[in-house]
């Protein structure tokens, strides 16, 4: 079974800190990972990854993947409130199925 | 404008009903997904279709029942046999096989349908 793990669960930071989230996968005919953010319902998309070592980045959120190590992070630079979502990875397999982590919790207060 | 529709927004049902939620998408994409999402628990998939009138057991299939006769619609029921069927659901679609391989596509999703049975 293809299997996607998030960490932390949980964050709690101020207004200007950095965060890193993490995702280790273990799937079956890995073909790419993908970073999404959900604040209410919709999870919108933010990057997609296929290649270790490139860097994707969006203003003040990165993204990298590791292939050989089956990991990827998220980094989030001055964060700021609206930064507050979960953030959920998920990751392309055999099939076309598309399995996702729990997600991580960022709170991001004043 | 192009998108997934779900459909309703919020539904109670009684519990031992089965009720089934819409989903449609004027994307022209060949895959569909429904997952579930409780709190804490991330997306789990439930049911997935590459292709019109083919679909496959996702990880926590069993209480559902899924159909695929349009390319556009992809509909869940919950039936009776779910045990604890109060949920967020959310479909989502994606470009399928024949279409690209998913190395460059991602996944959109409609809205959700929040289900709570009484």
């Known amino acids: 079974e293809d299997k996607v793990v998030q960490s932390p669960l949980s964050l709690v930071v101020h207004e200007g800190d950095t965060v890193t989230l993490n995702c280790s996968y273990e799937v079956t005919n890995f073909r790419s990972l993908l970073w999404y953010k959900q604040e209410k319902k919709a999870p919108t998309f933010l990057f997609m990854l296929t290649s270790s070592g490139i860097e994707k980045k969006s203003g003040r959120l990165s993204s990298i993947l590791d292939k050989k190590e089956l990991f990827s992070i998220l980094n989030i630079t001055a964060t700021q409130t609206g930064d507050s979502a979960v953030y959920l990875c998920?990751?392309?397999?055999?099939?076309?199925?598309?399995?996702f982590g729990k997600g991580t919790l960022l709170t991001v207060n004043p | 404008d192009g998108g997934i529709t779900q459909s309703p927004k919020y539904l109670f049902r009684k519990e031992g009903q089965n009720v089934t939620l819409s989903c449609e998408q004027n994307?022209?994409?060949?895959?569909m997904y429904w997952y579930r999402q409780d709190p804490g628990q991330g997306l789990r998939l439930i049911y997935y279709s590459q292709i019109v009138n083919d679909f496959q057991k996702g990880d926590i299939a069993e209480g559902y029942s899924v159909s695929r006769e349009k390319k556009e619609s992809f509909p869940l029921t919950v039936t009776s046999a779910q045990k604890n069927p109060t949920a967020f659901y959310l479909c989502?679609?994606?470009?399928?096989?024949?279409?690209?391989?998913?190395?460059?596509?991602?996944?959109?999703f409609g809205q959700g349908t929040r289900l709570t049975v009484v």
């Open positions: 989502a679609s994606a470009r399928g096989p024949l279409q690209g391989a998913p190395t460059n596509t991602e996944a959109f």
């Open positions: 994307l022209n994409h060949d895959a």
């Open positions: 998920a990751v392309w397999g055999s099939n076309y199925k598309l399995t």
